[in-house]
């Protein structure tokens, strides 16, 4: 799930309103909200790449060991 930001509530991260960017401490910005947002996005893709990555090693490595038995 993204990262929503509210002008009353601050960043909502994983359920939580964070009034100040929980890396740097200072407020909110147009510039940091948008940042943030994109860095999410960019590690939410990294990590659904590296899952599909993993699942396609281990896919393979079942069919070398099948293929090693017969």
């Known amino acids: 799930m993204l990262p929503q930001f509210s ?14 960017h929980p890396q ?5 910005t147009q510039e940091s909200v948008a940042e943030f947002i994109n860095s999410h996005k960019a590690n939410e893709q990294a990590a ?18 099948a293929f090693k038995k017969s």
């Open 48 to 65: 659904k790449s590296e899952n599909r990555l993993v699942a396609g090693v281990k896919k393979l490595a079942t069919g070398i060991k």
């Open 24 to 28: 740097t401490g200072k407020k909110w």
């Open 7 to 20: 002008e009353e509530k601050g960043m909502r991260i994983k359920s939580h309103y964070w009034l100040v």
